[in-house]
């Protein structure tokens, strides 16, 4: 029974002193650093873990294992202190914003990995070089009377990677909170693919944008709102930003296939938004290789091409007849640094953008990912509240 003991409270309390370790240590490669997405997202299971193993510890001191006791005991309390650091950070975050937190929500949260969804409808925008590009349509339930807000949701993958469909989870509980969704495709190969990316995002905003009255869905084309995820969210900016620039224009052919790509609003979760900055200032070169990918999307480095990564980053093309803008950031983020959502911010502000910048200090990057966490709360009260104009 002794034996028994030691070994569970070993492997429990090391557990999850790791997993705590995650939270505020940079990941040593991108397995663990997806790894650190969860732990900071589901923290309170390494705190309730920590807390059995405790107890453990407690009970082998008393039957004269005193140094294992001590071992467990010391590793468990440093796994409790540091899983109660998202919890508390959530709560003060909570807390300025006005935002409730649903514990049985947190409880029951579960990983976003149901992709590719399973939308209402897919239809196809675009037939390009023989493929067609498509859009996921996740309809709210019950119908609503009125035409209603869109939501064209971008997904990311240092646009090389990902697909539509990828957080259906979280399409399907905005679908749920009355708007209609969707979800983008658009070309990641090949690669430098900057041009054809962002094409074809435009392209998608403008098929919305002339079918919006359509009996399937019918939305309102003057509240389109872009919402990006990481490489996602760069060009959902550089879309809302760059609407009728004749240097960007959108992938559709004929010039009046998409004559009008403006949107109402973007959101950008953790999105890179200067790109020559980023490729200088990596996130945590352990956890991606964010130059190297830069490299492929744009074709070189800043040092080679300063034009290209000056045309392609939405701090310097938004101007001041940008669409309102929310911008969603995690201090803990290791694939793009924080300061990327600062360096945007400071241009809204010098412009008189309306805006919104919600900073998670202790969430990862793509932390939305885990629907119900606290993290996913404060992101879907803020995300309501900006729609709402409030």
Not at 49 to 62: D, E, N, P, S, Y
Not at 72 to 85: D, R
Not at 141 to 146: E, L
Request: aromatic share 8%.
């Amino acid at each position: 029974m002794r034996t028994l003991l030691r070994v569970l409270g070993l492997m429990l309390a090391a557990g999850a002193a790791g997993a705590g370790a995650l939270i505020v240590l940079p990941a040593p490669t991108k397995t663990l650093a997806l790894a650190a997405i969860v732990a900071s997202e589901r923290s309170g299971f390494i705190v309730a873990a920590a807390v059995i193993a405790l107890g453990i510890a407690l009970v082998l001191r008393g039957i004269e294992s005193p140094f294992v006791a001590s071992v467990i005991g010391l590793l468990a309390l440093s796994a409790i202190a540091l899983g109660f650091i998202p919890l508390v950070q959530a709560r003060q975050v909570a807390a300025a914003r006005g935002v409730p937190l649903d514990i049985k929500r947190y409880l029951h949260a579960q990983l976003d990995s149901e992709g590719p969804g399973q939308p209402d409808r897919t239809v196809p925008y675009l037939t390009i070089d023989g493929r067609a590009l498509s859009l996921d349509v996740y309809l709210p339930v019950p119908r609503p009377a009125t035409p209603s807000r869109a939501l064209l949701v971008v997904h990311g993958g240092f646009w090389q990677a990902g697909q539509r469909g990828e957080a259906s989870l979280a399409s399907r509980r905005w679908a749920d909170l009355g708007y209609t969704v969707f979800d983008v495709d658009y070309r990641l190969a090949p690669q430098p693919n900057w041009q054809t990316a962002l094409g074809d995002v435009k392209c998608a905003v403008g098929w919305v944008r002339q079918h919006a009255t359509s009996p399937e869905w019918n939305v309102d084309p003057k509240k389109l709102t872009l919402v990006g995820r990481s490489a996602g969210a760069h060009l959902a900016l550089m879309a809302a930003y760059t609407a009728g620039e004749i240097d960007l224009p959108p992938s559709c052919g004929a010039p009046d296939a998409a004559a009008d790509t403006s949107v109402e609003s973007v959101v950008a979760l953790y999105g890179p938004t200067d790109l020559a900055w980023a490729y200088d200032h990596p996130a945590n070169l352990h956890a991606a290789d964010s130059p190297a990918m830069l490299r492929a999307f744009l074709g070189d480095s800043p040092a080679r091409e300063p034009d290209r990564y000056k045309a392609i980053s939405p701090t310097e093309r938004v101007t001041a007849r940008g669409p309102r803008t929310l911008l969603v950031q995690g201090g803990r983020d290791q694939f793009v640094a924080p300061d990327q959502a600062e360096r945007l911010e400071g241009r809204l502000i010098a412009l008189g953008i309306a805006h919104d910048s919600l900073a998670i200090p202790y969430a990862q990057h793509a932390f939305d990912f885990v629907p119900g966490s606290f993290s996913s709360q404060i992101f879907e009260a803020t995300l309501r509240r900006f729609l709402d104009g409030r």
